[in-house]
């Protein structure tokens, strides 16, 4: 791309060693919020277009909002700084009305609207006799003013649920209106953003900023600065990687000339292709009717009968058009037969919930007998001396399209989705289900023959992958369960004469953007899902739903229809300008420079995208077009950096280090990492430390997902590191460092508590930091310090970082890490509780009053327990809980517990333990008197802590008031109780 000539009027180098602004303060809790919106936002991501299968994407607005946060200064003035950054992010109350989305309801208006606001908005009328409140018809203009002010009060999650997102309604736009206020501010005089990124880059590293990233996967971060004004340098070992961040760039980032003329060759490479498949007769039947779908399933010899039985978890097609399979005994050819039957009764549709595939076993009933005998004793499953596992199944070869005779599972063809011809060309199309007949497999044959004639010619050309699967931990799964050597094995014949006529039409680098698209929507592991769709309707999945290749009993064989429209991309339209590039390499190797290294590296990555993604290499890896003949079309599984461990800490060493020596002294690396566990600390300093990396901040971002295929143990929180390079080289003793530690870790967090709280008395309603934050803030304070020196008690840590460790040694980080958290901890009192009190409880204790405190607000967030768990070494919070759901994780009231409940580790004999059973108690009518016996029983010397137990009980009181009040009237009670009881 073309570079921009500079437009700078700023001094250069004037902020080249000003503190960046995401070194100081950064408003994480709003950032969440708007991410969290971002993430939820599904298919309306803004790169989610050019490939769904790809999960690992950064939001956007993170990404920005970390970039503005580098480039901006800390100018000594917190707060005049963060209003600077919500007006680039399009987070300020001056911007509620341009994204004002959904308006006010009612209900919101009660709450939120002052008395004046509320007569405005709001009509009382006289209806069938009685009072009704509604909404004034008012002109948008006038709507929009008033309720911009009851925005302002609004919780900022509650805000921003009914808000457009910032770039749906235009950043630029939002921000450049803006300009002249931010320029006062920064001394800058920009008209644009790209004008104002080229000047803040100017007087940082006398140019535009040039922000690289070294581990680019889906792109997020080399758009998110190309769209902000940065040039780019984007690279990652895996070509899909780099392929789908070159879309982000050429593609979405397109000007709306290029993107007509790109969409123009995506409709004329569809109709070519439509109509040769067209001519061919193999999707229309004799009453012009088009195949929408095809729907397979295997079959298997039953070893106790001999019979030839279809593999069905389910008999139901679909839910909504009561339509089901039958399966018809055929005597003499030793099979069932198949018809489809739809509008059946409510309970053949029920029974119909039960297919032949029950627990993992093929069972069916013939003749009044049932017989069952497990998948896995049919393909022969056996387990290796070395642990693997190995079956009877034949290995497919190179020329195999289809199983052979001998094979123990075949495919069939048990129903087609038909649209009918006097549909076909309508917006809303009819369909309906039906058994093969002889002339669809005829048809089918045809198909076959048609594959194997060109199969040799277009795998000898690419257009039909012809590479072995390599075996792996996900690649194991196809090969294991089907017998399928070759990548073309997953894929239907139909989809290969389908996807090889596309391969071979194709010419330019986009269509490599839409072909991953279709791939992913066309092999063997689509599911049918008969109740998923909209209305009912049968909706037919994708390959990669989740991480894996997960093979099926029956799937969906989309036509060429859903294909080449699912291969159409419209993602939106954002014109970068600068100059980008991007390539194929190991992130240790790198060899470019940049101001800005942001990246997000596979730390601990449960995605192997190493061996997924070979799915699609297998595919591109001959001939692919210009611009990525450069690149290298292999995923090089043993240079990828995955898992944890020394290998993993000795890499991730190599490719920071290559990272710092290509920046500038003044340069800065902002890493994303999800944060599952306290030891990532300790790992993470090594690392930092042998690349030569010194921690300034950290910041800790809230992605939560209820997702079903997220349920377990899958809740995920973000970290966000800023590191500079280290200078000098310090030395330190322990016990000195400790006292350091716990001086830096009480300041950041006593600032942090102090901002919120000169914001709440400004009228914000909620804080710009919560614990969550506060505690990261503990730990990057505790990474401060430690990354500062280069030695600790003599020890080189530049060498140690690199050295292996033996189990069970002591680790001098680890100490130091946990104990900033115990430090951080004790700083974060909740509000209303005595910090003389505080001080004096156990860590299960403070847990559960934290948590009580926390549960006042709406973050009832999973990860806020699992993280406050973890700095109260509470080793089994579970016991304490009441819900584990992510959004709605909650404490168990003292109800809840019931009597024997109170004997848990967590607490032991402690005086939270005793007012919550005397609290039980009295929730449960036992007599005052009789409760404080209890007390004093359970206490030991009960007297001296009568000051605490009341205090603890006032404290339950106040914060179960608005969350369960029968508990706070139980606890008011007891405190009464213990105030004015008579000591003898």
């Known amino acids: 791309m073309d570079a921009v000539t500079p437009t700078s009027t700023v001094v250069p180098f004037a902020l080249k060693d000003t503190d960046s602004l995401i070194e100081r303060v950064w408003p994480a809790q709003k950032i969440s919020v708007e991410t969290q919106k971002e993430r939820k936002s599904g298919q309306g991501q803004t790169l989610t277009a050019l490939g769904s299968y790809w999960k690992g994407r950064k939001p956007l607005f993170l990404v920005e909002a970390c970039i503005w946060g580098a480039l901006l200064p800390a100018t000594g003035s917190d707060e005049a700084d963060l209003e600077i950054l919500d007006l680039l992010l399009g987070m300020s109350d001056d911007q509620i009305v341009e994204r004002i989305k959904s308006g006010l309801s009612l209900e919101d208006i009660k709450k939120y609207a002052s008395k004046e606001e509320y007569e405005e908005l709001v009509e009382t009328i006289e209806e069938a006799g009685s009072r009704k409140e509604r909404l004034r018809s008012l002109r948008r203009e006038e709507k929009n003013r008033i309720s911009a002010a009851i925005y302002a009060r609004m919780p900022y999650s509650a805000r921003v649920a009914i808000m457009s997102r910032p770039e749906e309604v235009g950043i630029h736009d939002l921000i450049e209106?803006?300009?002249?206020?931010?320029?006062?501010?920064?001394?800058?005089?920009?008209?644009?953003?790209?004008?104002?990124i080229e000047q803040l880059g100017v007087m940082r590293f006398g140019h535009a900023p040039k922000v690289a990233d070294a581990f680019c996967g889906g792109g997020s971060i080399p758009f998110s600065a190309a769209r902000l004004g940065c040039d780019v340098y984007a690279s990652d070992l895996n070509p899909i990687a780099s392929m789908l961040t070159w879309g982000a760039l050429n593609v979405v980032g397109a000007d709306s000339t290029r993107r007509k003329a790109i969409e123009k060759a995506q409709e004329l490479l569809a109709d070519e292709v439509d109509k040769e498949i067209t001519a061919l007769s193999i999707e229309h039947d004799a009453d012009g009717n088009r195949a929408k779908a095809y729907l397979y399933c295997l079959e298997a010899r039953?070893?106790?009968?001999g019979w030839l039985v279809p593999l069905l978890p389910s008999l139901i097609i679909s839910k909504k058009r009561k339509t089901i399979v039958r399966l018809g005994p055929n005597f003499l050819k030793k099979c069932f037969d198949i018809s489809i039957e739809e509008d059946v009764s409510p309970a053949d549709l029920k029974g119909a919930e039960i297919g032949t595939v029950q627990d993992g076993s093929l069972t069916y009933m013939l003749d009044g007998e049932r017989y069952s005998t497990s998948i896995k004793t049919l393909r022969g499953d056996r387990r290796g001396p070395d642990g693997t596992t190995a079956n009877g199944l034949r290995l497919w070869s190179k020329t195999d399209i289809c199983p052979s005779p001998d094979d123990l599972f075949q495919e069939r063809l048990y129903c087609i989705q038909w649209i009918t011809a006097d549909s076909l060309k309508k917006g809303r199309q009819e369909t309906f289900f039906a058994a093969p007949t002889k002339q669809d497999l005829r048809r089918e044959e045809k198909v076959i023959e048609i594959v194997r004639q060109r199969l040799p010619e277009w795998q000898s050309k690419g257009f039909i992958p012809d590479s072995l699967i390599e075996r792996g931990e996900k690649t194991d799964e196809p090969i294991r369960t089907r017998g399928w050597s070759h990548w073309h094995h997953l894929f239907p014949p139909r989809h290969l004469l389908l996807l090889g006529l596309i391969r071979e039409k194709m010419s330019s680098a986009e269509m490599c953007l839409d072909f991953c698209q279709?791939?992913?929507?066309?092999?063997?592991?689509?599911r049918i899902n008969s109740s998923e769709g909209q209305g009912g309707a049968v909706k037919y999945g994708e390959v990669f739903y989740n991480q894996a290749l997960n093979t099926l009993?029956?799937?969906?064989?989309?036509?060429?229809?859903?294909?080449?429209?699912?291969?159409?991309?419209?993602?939106?339209?954002?014109?970068?300008?600068?100059?980008?590039?991007?390539?194929?390499?190991?992130?240790?190797?790198?060899?470019?420079?940049?101001d800005l290294f942001i990246t997000d590296p596979p730390y601990a990555d449960a995605v192997n995208y190493a061996e997924i993604t070979e799915y699609f290499i297998a595919w591109l890896r001959k001939n692919p077009p210009a611009p990525f003949r450069d690149f290298v079309w292999d995923s090089r599984r043993a240079l990828a950096i995955q898992g944890d461990g020394e290998e993993f800490r000795r890499n991730m060493v190599e490719a920071y280090g290559a990272m710092t020596r290509h920046m500038p002294d003044n340069g800065m690396q902002i890493v994303m990492f999800t944060h599952q566990s306290g030891s990532v600390w300790a790992d993470m300093a090594q690392i930092f430390w042998g690349a030569g990396l010194h921690v300034k901040a950290a910041w800790y971002i809230a992605t939560e997902t209820t997702s079903e295929l997220k349920k377990g143990g899958y809740v995920q929180g973000?970290?966000?590191?800023?590191?500079?390079?280290?200078?000098?080289?310090?030395?330190?003793y322990k016990d000195e460092i400790v006292q350091e530690v716990r001086a830096e870790v009480a300041d950041q967090i006593d600032t942090m508590m102090g901002l919120n709280q000169r914001l709440k008395g400004n009228g914000r309603a909620e804080n710009l930091f919560e614990d969550a934050d506060l505690q990261m803030a503990g730990y990057a304070a505790a990474l401060r310090v430690l990354t500062r020196y280069e030695k600790i008690d003599g020890t080189d840590m530049t060498k140690e970082a690199l050295r292996p460790r033996r189990s069970g040694e002591n680790n001098v980080v680890g100490e130091i890490i946990d104990f900033a958290v115990q430090v951080a901890n004790e700083h974060m009192v909740p509000e209303g509780m005595a910090p003389k009190l505080w001080g004096g409880l156990s860590g299960g204790e403070r847990f559960y009053l934290k948590m009580m405190d926390i549960e006042t607000t709406s973050l009832r967030k999973l990860d806020n327990y699992q993280n406050f768990a973890k700095a109260f070494r509470v080793s089994d919070y579970g016991a304490v809980m009441g819900s584990m759901e992510p959004n709605?994780?909650?404490?168990?009231?003292?109800?809840?517990?019931?009597?024997?409940?109170?004997?848990?580790?967590?607490?032991?004999?402690?005086?939270t333990r005793a007012v919550l059973y005397a609290i039980y108690e009295l929730e449960n009518e036992v007599e005052g008197d009789e409760v404080l016996s209890h007390l004093r029983d359970m206490v030991q010397s009960y007297h001296s802590k009568r000051d605490d137990l009341a205090a603890i009980a006032d404290y339950i009181a106040r914060k179960r008031e608005k969350v369960d009040e029968t508990e706070s009237r139980a606890a008011r009670i007891l405190h009464g109780l213990i105030r004015n009881e008579r000591l003898g």
């Open 177 to 196: 209106s803006r300009l002249p206020r931010v320029n006062r501010h920064l001394g800058t005089t920009a008209k644009t953003v790209p004008e104002l």
């Open 302 to 305: 039953c070893p106790q009968t």
């Open 518 to 526: 279709m791939l992913n929507i066309t092999s063997k592991m689509c």
């Open 553 to 594: 009993l029956n799937y969906a064989v989309r036509g060429s229809l859903s294909v080449l429209k699912s291969g159409s991309l419209h993602p939106p339209t954002f014109s970068i300008g600068r100059n980008c590039a991007v390539a194929t390499h190991d992130a240790k190797g790198i060899g470019y420079a940049a």
């Open 718 to 732: 973000t970290v966000i590191l800023v590191l500079r390079k280290r200078s000098g080289g310090e030395a330190g």
């Open 888 to 911: 709605k994780a909650s404490l168990k009231a003292a109800k809840e517990f019931k009597k024997s409940g109170f004997e848990i580790p967590e607490f032991g004999p402690s005086a």
